[in-house]
Nanobody, 122 residues
Framework: HVQLVESGGGSVQAGGSLRLSCAVSGYTKSRVCMGWFRQAPGKEREGVATIDSNGSTRYADSVKGRFTISQDKAKNTLTLQMDSLKPEDTAMYYC?????????????????WGQGTQVTVS
């Protein structure tokens, strides 16, 4: 039973920082791509950042240079460091694992999702 549990969301002023974490349990694959996605009210879900089993990362253009995705495989934790936050970053953020289209990780559907954590930037 795979579980992804996000934490670290909250409210912050523009220009501030937040650090999101995703704890992964029950996953048996040793190599998997994971990512962060977000969805604002009335908008489609957007791929924010992904990291594959080799450590290669991809970012949405809107967050490049501001967000950093990382993975601690020993602790089974995925992290998203968000700096220089903008009001347009306000959304529910989701952690996901195992894309169905691995070569398109930012736009792929994923097999496993967390419940989400809210980020609000004012």
């Amino acid at each position: 039973h795979v579980q992804l549990v996000e934490s670290g969301g909250g409210s912050v002023q523009a220009g501030g920082s937040l650090r999101l974490s995703c704890a992964v349990s029950g996953y048996t694959k040793s190599r998997v791509c994971m990512g962060w996605f977000r969805q604002a009210p009335g908008k489609e879900r957007e791929g924010v950042a992904t990291i594959d089993s080799n450590g290669s990362t991809r970012y949405a253009d809107s967050v490049k240079g501001r967000f950093t995705i990382s993975q601690d495989k020993a602790k089974n934790t995925l992290t998203l460091q968000m700096d220089s936050l903008k009001p347009e970053d306000t959304a529910m953020y989701y952690c996901a694992a195992d894309p169905t289209i691995p070569w398109l990780p930012l736009s792929s559907e994923y097999k496993y999702w967390g419940q989400g954590t809210q980020v609000t930037v004012s």
